[in-house]
């Protein structure tokens, strides 16, 4: 069970409140699958490939 939402534009993982901090969309889903966690998008390979320029929590996959 997921109570974080996860950004629907970014896929950002947010804990509270109804902005998302990364791109400032507002729209969320709970349904969400996996995530990586990235503290240093400048060097991680991941991070780049899913276009993340910052530090926090993303979902991989969307559900809904
Ligand atoms: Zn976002």
Redesign the pocket.
Known sequence: MNREKA??????IVEEGDK?P????ETFTTFWRGYVVITDPDNSEIAQKMEITRKGKFALRLSR
């Open positions: 950004c629907r534009t970014c896929r950002f998302c990364n791109c400032e969309g």
